[in-house]
């Protein structure tokens, strides 16, 4: 079963706009990832989130951290046509060995 | 630094019949994952190697499917008859080994995927 939902579903912005994609989960974590998938290729990692942490940059990226209400969100600021993708929010559960369980993602598309 | 290579790219099989995946981890990562996505929906984790030893395997249908690490290197993913539902593509992953909590060690980089059709 998938732990993380992602809302929207999808997202379709004009470039130069800010695109926000969120997450829910279910159970405690030890931190929370965000990837990037384009068509057809594997899932590369953005940026990462511990369960301390409720806010983190990464270039035109932005990630903030609720572990009180299990959810988190992912801001591209000034997007790209480049940025269109998929984007998956992954959470490393507490205890246990290093186990990422994906949501569903959200599909971005950025128009010129 | 080599990426994780995956092969092949893509196979079509028909239903009963049989296929095999192989995946080569970047050097020196002790954990290796094997991911279904189904196309639409998020990966799906099927198992986890630690070296040559499986953590999990909650997921994996195991009257079908089988995976083996040979020497905590390489793995194998293999299908065993294939049913229609096993069409997806097959993403194999790896991360360094390190205690639980330390940030670096639960990036995981991921090959490009093996695209499967079950006709």
Redesign the interface.
């Known amino acids: 079963s ?1 732990q ?1 939902e992602e809302d929207p579903q999808a997202l379709s912005i004009q470039e130069g706009e800010n695109a926000t994609m969120n997450c829910s989960y279910k159970t405690s974590i ?2 929370l ?1 965000w ?1 990037r998938q384009n068509s057809g ?5 953005l940026i ?1 989130i ?1 369960s301390n942490e409720r806010e983190k940059h990464s270039g035109r990226l932005r990630v903030t951290l609720d572990t009180s209400k299990k959810s988190s969100s992912l801001l591209i600021t000034a997007s790209r046509a480049a940025d269109t993708a998929s984007y ?1 929010c992954a959470t ?1 559960l507490s ?11 959200t599909r971005l598309a950025v128009h010129p | 630094e080599a990426g994780v290579a995956q092969s092949p790219r893509y196979k079509i099989i028909e239903k009963r019949q049989s296929v095999a995946f192989w995946c080569n981890p970047i050097s020196g990562h002790a954990t290796l994952y094997w991911y279904q996505q189904i196309l639409g929906q998020g990966p799906k984790l099927l198992i986890q190697f630690q070296n040559n030893g499986v953590v999990d395997d909650s997921q994996l249908p195991k009257d079908r499917f089988s995976a083996e690490r040979l020497k905590g290197v390489d793995s194998t993913l293999k299908i065993q008859p294939a049913k229609l539902e096993d069409s997806a593509v097959y993403l194999c992953a790896s991360s360094p080994m390190r205690a639980t909590g330390y940030a670096g060690a639960n990036v995981l980089t991921f090959g490009a995927g093996s695209r499967l059709t079950v006709l």
């Open positions: 998938q993380g030890n931190n990832q990837y290729r594997g899932l590369v990692h990462l511990r998956f490393l205890g246990g060995y290093n186990k990422l369980i994906f949501g569903a993602g």
